[in-house]
């Protein structure tokens, strides 16, 4: 049987996974939206469950990296930042410049001589990220997956505040009455949305080959708009929504484990259930979170004093 190795990416709005073979080919892969993180791991493993390859190790990360390594009891866990970088460095290792623009939080990694020089993330404001759209996709009536080839359709370029998705949106409603295109509106939206991100390399010297990877990179119009402000042809993988995933999937391999602690495709019939309690035991009060695994204790997230690893 041969061997694979599998990575999960646990975002706030979607869960990707990707089956990867010795040779780093991708055998498999799945995006699923997160409607809870044990509901859609479990629909997730079932997926890419397949009998014709044994699991070597498995790696998780994205946000929910910690929840999902004590799920599936993971062989290594790490930051969303290197697995992406790592991904980009498999298939284009000239990359100087790795740009991610997820649901709720942005990434932007710079790399030097194949090696991740800096990075700058933004999860405290949505204005860069999927949400904007998403938003403003759903007050106009309109399909996330149609905006792209919709926007490419705008006759005038009107502007858009860059600074704050709130703003944003409600320059969006202000032009909606009174009569814009919707082409037009998506189009000066998503071109805020750009320029709201590349704000983040306000202090860095950005430079090509430019990678646009994440769910994001499909919409042909925030593609055009990076391209507008960076003056430069930028690169969209062929596996752009999975390449986090990929990304661990690799870096578990480079492990070179002996024997994974993965507790393999029959965890989908397991039951799982978390509980929140309030530690007394030290004056930081942590709220932890308990994982419970067929009612037994199987992990503790949340210690801020180092009691629960």
Do not use: W
Not at 148 to 177: E, T
């Amino acid at each position: 049987m041969e061997k694979a190795y599998l990575g999960v990416d646990c975002g706030s709005v979607s869960l990707k996974l990707a089956l990867i073979d010795e040779n780093k080919n991708l055998i498999d892969s799945v995006y699923l939206r997160n409607k809870g993180i044990i509901e859609t791991s479990k629909k997730g493993l079932e997926k890419i469950a397949n009998d014709e390859y044994e699991i070597s190790g498995v790696g998780t990360t994205g946000s929910g990296r910690k929840f999902l390594g004590i799920l599936l009891n993971s062989d290594i866990v790490r930051a969303e930042t290197i697995a992406h970088t790592i991904g980009t460095l498999n298939y284009y290792p000239d990359a100087r410049t790795v740009m991610d623009i997820g649901g709720e939080d942005s990434k932007l990694m710079i790399i030097r001589e194949g090696i991740m020089e800096d990075f700058v993330l933004n999860n405290i404001c949505g204005a860069g990220t999927g949400s904007v759209i998403d938003a403003i996709a759903y007050r106009l009536g309109i399909k996330i997956e149609d905006v792209g080839d919709m926007a490419l359709k705008y006759r005038q370029s009107l502007d858009f505040p860059s600074k704050c998705g709130i703003f944003n949106q409600s320059r969006v409603v202000d032009k909606q009455n009174k009569g814009a295109r919707k082409e037009d509106i998506l189009m000066g939206s998503i071109r805020a949305l750009v320029s709201c991100y590349l704000t983040m390399a306000k202090n860095i010297g950005l430079e090509p080959p430019y990678i646009y990877q994440g769910a994001t990179a499909k919409n042909k119009a925030i593609v055009r708009a990076f391209e507008e402000q960076l003056e430069h042809k930028v690169i969209v993988p062929e596996y752009c929504d999975v390449m986090g995933a990929i990304g661990i999937a690799l870096l578990v391999m480079e492990e070179d484990i002996k024997k994974t602690k993965f507790k393999g495709f029959g965890i989908t019939d397991y039951d799982f259930e978390t509980k929140i309690r309030y530690c007394e035991d030290c004056e930081n009060n942590c709220e932890l979170n308990e994982i419970y695994e067929n009612n037994k204790l199987i992990g503790v997230l949340g210690s801020r004093c180092g009691k629960y690893p």
